[in-house]
């Protein structure tokens, strides 16, 4: 193993959960990995701009504010899965099965399954961080899908020293497409394939 490009992605995983068993519960919304981040850096960053004078200092001694409620679709046979509701992808009950894989190797080097309603940048920072620490992997770049690619994540990998490569957005839906054998023809000049845009 390699351990110096690592490339992470999620696939989904059907629950053994029906929609008939569902129901829905009120609860404290969780502070993930992630959240906890974010307000680090929200904290460092004001008082970064209160020590400039670019915005006043917040009251000190404020009350902290209870996290809100929220409605949560839980299964009575599957509390661990998550409901997933992404475009192309197959409403229902799932897990999302997040896989690292060594580049170099093709060596799957960490695997690490959330309920399936849970975003793929919320375990990613944990995960890198596992890779490194406790795996002892030198990873210098990661790969990842446009899912990956928002400002938290960026900072945070080049706090560990990592870059990260992401597929900018495209603004637009994205489709599967499948092209068939018919739609391109050998060209034994250009000794290559030609589709059918390129046949006039």
């Known amino acids: 193993m390699d351990g110096k490009v690592i490339l992470t992605d999620s696939t989904h995983v059907k629950a053994n959960a029906s929609f008939k068993a569902n129901t829905k519960v009120l609860s404290q919304r969780e502070t993930t990995d992630y959240t906890g981040r974010l307000d680090r850096y929200e904290a460092e960053e004001r008082a970064g701009l209160e020590s400039s004078g670019a915005i006043k200092p917040q009251r000190a001694g404020g009350e902290k504010k209870e996290s809100p409620k929220v409605e949560k679709t839980v299964?009575?046979?599957?509390?661990?899965?998550?409901?997933?509701?992404?475009?192309?992808?197959?409403?229902?009950?799932?897990?999302?099965?997040?896989?690292?894989?060594?580049?170099?190797?093709?060596?799957?080097?960490?695997?690490?399954?959330?309920?399936?309603?849970?975003?793929?940048?919320?375990?990613?920072?944990?995960?890198?961080?596992?890779?490194?620490e406790h795996l002892?992997?030198?990873?210098?770049?990661?790969?990842?899908?446009?899912?990956?690619?928002?400002?938290?994540?960026?900072?945070?990998?080049?706090?560990?020293?990592?870059?990260?490569?992401?597929?900018?957005?495209?603004?637009?839906?994205?489709?599967?497409?499948?092209?068939?054998?018919?739609?391109?023809?050998?060209?034994?000049e250009r000794d290559g394939f030609l589709c059918r845009e390129e046949w006039h």
């Open 75 to 132: 299964s009575t046979t599957d509390p661990d899965a998550g409901i997933l509701r992404r475009l192309g992808k197959p409403e229902g009950m799932h897990y999302l099965d997040h896989q690292s894989v060594d580049a170099a190797h093709g060596i799957v080097v960490d695997v690490a399954v959330t309920p399936g309603n849970v975003n793929n940048s919320e375990p990613y920072l944990e995960r890198i961080e596992y890779m490194k």
């Open 136 to 188: 002892g992997l030198d990873i210098q770049i990661a790969g990842a899908d446009s899912a990956y690619g928002i400002s938290m994540i960026y900072r945070a990998m080049e706090d560990m020293g990592v870059r990260l490569h992401t597929p900018g957005e495209t603004g637009g839906a994205t489709y599967k497409v499948e092209l068939k054998r018919e739609e391109f023809r050998y060209d034994a």
